[in-house]
């Protein structure tokens, strides 16, 4: 099922980047150490009471050159827009100000589940300024401390009784659920389109006019396949036409569901950050991933263009270079043949097991064609591999000191696993654990 989103929501200095890095229970830096990755403190993944959910810091969203009070404007409005339950974080230092009334009037009109946590009430004496807090109007408020961590399990208990009823995947297990993300206007509502034979969503050349998510099942060559085609900018505005990080949010719900994942590049406009922001989101969901790259049509070729964009995308997102790339056109259906094939493909990878005693196999003849590393005097000793999970495949192994483990040695064994078994389209998971 789909995860519940909270919002962080609150005006500046009030700590909701440091609460936020406390309930996903990690400093969450603005750069990963893998090559190509870019991860803002936008988006998280947390979990309290055995209940997993997307969290995002409204913070993080950088509204430029937009005046004060508009900014936390703008911010609690994608909080209304994208979140289930909204943790609305004010300052027990300062009380409250015009800025928090101007929040509390927006959240109160919203209708959405709002949940009130007073951050730096570092000491019980603070408790009695709490009162000023109920004038707000959005209900009884929690005393927090980000700093010391106190104070959260209250409100996260309050937070997850706001969750919606967890339902069932409406979909069999055959069935494989892809969806479609990208920049506004690259063509992904098209591709949908073209795809299915129907205007089945609307197609705009204005940025951002797909008004919702819409499934679509289709079957093709004798699968069935679901069509999650992320949603677009519901609403026309400053907030959601001045605001890339939004793209991002938009498609996370959509990644959450999907098997595999269609990264959509618009082959006139080439390649910018944002593209690798978002697809650094599927590749870190586990989803199976394909690269299309769509208005291919639109370019003057010669024999090496393919070549060079090929080579320019697996320079720009080395996190995927395990991601196969189509070239199409959604409106001239060229090569459009090549997208469901490819997707079974990346499906059938992304689910597949392996036999324990040939992962095995494949593990020691990585061995011996490269020992392991030491450090220290001391040598990493691999005793056994098994597959615990699909859909990423993941494969523990059982060492004598996890910390041995060099990022380098584990990228060479997930080389030499791709090459014993494919893996097309999917990332896969190693873990090292210690042999009890």
Partial sequence: MTKPVVAIVGRPNVGKSTIFNRIVGERISIVEDTPGVTRDRIYSEAEWLTRSFSMIDTGGIDMGDEPFLEQIRLQADIAIEEADVILFLTSGREGVTSADEEVAKRLYKSKKPVVLAVNKVDNPSMRDQLYDFYALGVGEPYP?????????????????????????????????????????????????????????????????????????????????????????????????????????????????????????????????????????????????????????????????????????????????????????SAQTKQRLHTILPTIKMVAEFHAIRVQTNILNEVVMDAIAMNPTPTDKGRRLNIYYATQVAVKPPTFVLFVNDPELLHFSYERFLENRIREAFGFTGTPIRLIARARS
């Avoid at 390649?271 to 003057?300: M, P, T």
């Fill in 144 to 328: 927090v401390s980000g700093s010391h961590g106190l104070g959260l399990g209250d409100v996260l208990d309050e937070v997850v009784k706001h969750f919606p009823t967890e339902q069932a995947n409406d979909y069999d297990e055959d069935t494989i659920r892809f969806s479609l993300i990208g920049r506004p206007n690259v063509g992904k509502s098209s591709i949908v389109n073209a795809l299915l034979g129907e205007d089945r969503v609307i197609v705009s050349d204005i940025a951002g006019t797909t008004r919702d998510a819409i499934d679509s099942v289709y079957t093709y060559d004798g699968d069935e396949y679901v069509i999650i085609d992320t949603a677009g900018m519901r609403k026309r505005g400053k907030v959601y036409e001045s605001v890339e990080k939004y793209s991002v949010l938009r498609a996370l719900r959509a990644i959450e569901r999907s098997d595999v994942v269609l990264v959509v590049i618009n082959a006139e406009e080439g390649i910018i950050e944002q593209d690798k922001k978002i697809a650094g989101y599927a590749h870190e969901a586990g989803r199976g991933v394909i690269i299309v790259v769509n208005k291919w049509d639109a370019l003057e070729k010669d024999d090496k263009t393919l070549h060079k964009f090929e080579q320019n995308i697996r320079d720009h997102f080395q996190f995927l270079d395990y991601a196969p790339i189509v070239f199409v």
